[in-house]
């Protein structure tokens, strides 16, 4: 079983461009989380999909946005990027939140690290 | 405000040494409780989680931990590490209230030969 794949890697931006992030989750799960990661504040959550439909969400500006598909790929988008963006994102997938299968367990990718000049 | 709460930043051990890193939880009721272990340039892996029942748990890699309701505690430990176990460690804990993990800052293990 495929685990959650998350594209690009890595990827170099300038100060006002904007980004997107694309991840795959594993095969049957439908709620995709994306975490940022930094040194200063460590994991923070940025949103939570599920059936195409933003269930929760972090604090974080309107610049930071997600979608998810009918396929549960979700993708995020940072817009008028900033140096405080340079991070590791990191996506993960899990079963179907607050029902019984579930148990929180989160199913991390290997995260796109985004540096930003 | 729920958090949780990892009190060591860093931690050297040397191989073959014991290893317990702490992790404490502010919730109101008992959320389920998770570890999870990062290394360089890796996303997270799940190391093992907490529901309920025996409070003692075991994971992959060796690697087991401890509830206590009674210090909001879930620490980690292994009786012998390996060089291989040098990452960062992240204690987590999920309600289903709020559909999310939180994050502990993490604890990084440095292994000396």
């Known amino acids: 079983k495929a685990g959650v794949t998350q594209t690009p890697r890595y990827l170099i931006k300038t100060r006002g461009q904007q980004v997107t992030l694309s991840c795959s989750p594993i095969?049957?799960?439908?709620?995709v989380s994306w975490y940022q990661q930094t040194p200063g504040q460590g994991l923070q959550f940025l949103f939570e999909y599920f059936s195409e439909t933003q269930r929760n969400k972090g604090n974080f500006p309107g610049r930071f946005s997600g979608r998810q598909f009918s396929n549960s790929r979700s993708e995020m988008n940072v817009s008028t990027l900033e140096l405080g963006d340079s991070a590791l994102y990191l996506c993960?997938?899990?079963?179907?939140?607050?029902?019984?299968?579930?148990?929180?367990?989160?199913?991390f990718g290997e995260g796109s690290r985004l540096t930003v000049l | 405000a729920q958090s949780v709460t990892q009190p060591d930043i860093h931690i050297t051990v040397s191989e073959g040494a014991s290893l317990e890193l702490r992790c404490n939880y502010s919730y109101g009721a008992t959320p389920y409780l998770f570890w999870y272990v990062q290394s360089p340039g890796q996303g997270l892996q799940l190391l093992l989680k907490y529901f309920s029942g025996d409070t003692l748990v075991q994971g992959i890699k060796g690697f087991e931990a401890e509830f206590k309701r009674s210090q909001s505690s879930f620490n980690l430990r292994k009786p012998s590490v390996h060089w291989s176990d040098a990452a960062e460690y992240f204690c987590a804990a999920y309600q289903a209230a709020g559909n999310k993990l939180t994050f502990g800052g993490g604890t990084r293990v440095l292994v000396k030969p």
């Open positions: 095969s049957g799960h439908r709620s």
């Open positions: 993960a997938s899990s079963l179907e939140p607050g029902r019984s299968l579930d148990t929180g367990e989160l199913f």
